[in-house]
T-cell receptor, first 118, second 111 residues
């Protein structure tokens, strides 16, 4: 598609439920990133996928968080047994990766999913 | 301290210049970026500068980089109410594929 698409745009869930957030990156972008944006906390890196390499999961805050990327394209971020502190905007971004590509072009972000845990 | 630091809030009047500042700690930073986030939207890349440059100008935007002091600034000339948004500074580092972001500066432009 023309941009990075995320769904749903808003999600309200009860504490303890599982949620799935979806990201559809720009066609041809090999790298995909998930960030979390909380009020006053800026952007917190969660996970990074690049091609067929093992993902960089170093930013996931707990084992309740997991993500997968199927066929090198669409990614799903899953949060199990949601807690109130999981409430945030979850942003997905994609980029080309190659000589100078990420550095020059940076990321293209989606509009995010606003997750509210009640 | 944080890897990338920004002041949290800036208020200006329409027509004035705005200067948003950012400091970073890693001397291996290769590119530095400014992103803009409008309410309810994702981040939009505004401009970037390579670490061996001192200045970059793009229409109303001027980026200044002081590599010695690890200080980056974004100047917006003739600020408009439509410039009201959160501005994020970010850096990329040699050998890393992820960007490190500051916490963002909220710019409020009043008529």
């Amino acid at each position: 598609g023309a941009g990075v698409s995320q769904s749903p745009s808003n999600k309200v869930t009860e504490k303890g439920k599982d949620v799935e957030l979806r990201c559809d990156p720009i066609s041809g972008h090999t790298a995909l990133y998930w960030y979390r944006q909380s009020l006053g906390q800026g952007l917190e890196f969660l996970i990074y996928f690049q091609g067929n390499s093992a993902p960089d999961k170093s930013g996931l805050p707990s084992d309740r968080f997991s993500a997968e990327r199927t066929g090198g394209s669409v990614s799903t971020l899953t949060i199990q047994r949601t807690q109130q502190e999981d409430s945030a905007v979850y942003l997905c971004a994609s980029s080309l990766v190659g000589t100078g590509a990420i550095e020059v072009r940076g990321y293209t972000f989606g509009s995010g999913t606003r997750l509210t845990v009640v | 301290g944080e890897d990338v630091e920004q002041s949290l809030f800036l208020s200006v009047r329409e027509g004035d210049s705005s200067v948003i500042n950012c400091t970073y700690t890693d001397s291996s930073s290769t590119y530095l970026y400014w992103y803009k986030q409008e309410p309810g939207a994702g981040l939009q890349l505004l401009t970037y500068i390579f670490s061996n440059m001192d200045m970059k100008q793009d229409q109303r935007l001027t980026v200044l980089l002081n590599k010695k002091d690890k200080h980056l600034s974004l100047r917006i000339a003739d600020t408009q109410t439509g410039d009201s948004a959160i501005y994020f500074c970010a850096e990329s580092r040699s050998g890393y594929s992820t960007l490190t972001f500051g916490k963002g500066t909220m710019l409020l432009v009043s008529p």
